[in-house]
């Protein structure tokens, strides 16, 4: 069974830093690219950012770009996600996914398991 579990979250001042953390389980982890997503209150799911099987290769998005990074241990079967300079906007339910081939096709279409979420307040 397919397994996706994150951790890490939680309130965070701006300006602050977190380190998401998806614990990857039933599948050769080293094998597939994988995503984080977020969804805002009200609003609709943002890609943020993704790396290839390997994690020699990462994409960002444009409102995550410098502030996020993104890497993965693929000897402990788990995906992180750096997040640095933390603004208001950047509140929401993160959630990591694993996508169906080791490169990642930039469509969500291609994502077949994802993980519950885990929260992020940035506020003072």
């Known amino acids: 069974e397919v397994q996706l579990v994150e951790s890490g979250g939680g309130l965070v001042q701006p300006g602050g830093s977190l380190r998401l953390s998806c614990a990857a389980s039933?599948?050769?982890?080293?094998?597939?690219?994988m995503s984080w997503v977020r969804q805002a209150p009200g609003k609709g799911l943002e890609w943020v950012s993704a790396?290839?099987?390997?994690?020699?290769?990462?994409i960002y998005a444009d409102s995550v770009k410098g502030r996020f990074t993104i890497s993965r241990d693929n000897a402990k079967n788990t995906l992180y996600l750096q997040m640095n300079s933390l603004k208001p906007e950047d509140t929401a339910v993160y959630s990591c996914?694993?996508?169906?081939?080791?490169?990642?096709?930039?469509?969500?279409?291609?994502?077949?398991?994802w993980g519950q979420g885990t929260q992020i307040t940035v506020s003072s």
């Open positions: 790396i290839n099987s390997g994690g020699g290769s990462t």
């Open positions: 039933g599948f050769i982890f080293s094998t597939y690219a």
């Open positions: 996914r694993k996508h169906r081939y080791p490169y990642y096709t930039r469509s969500h279409l291609n994502d077949d398991y």
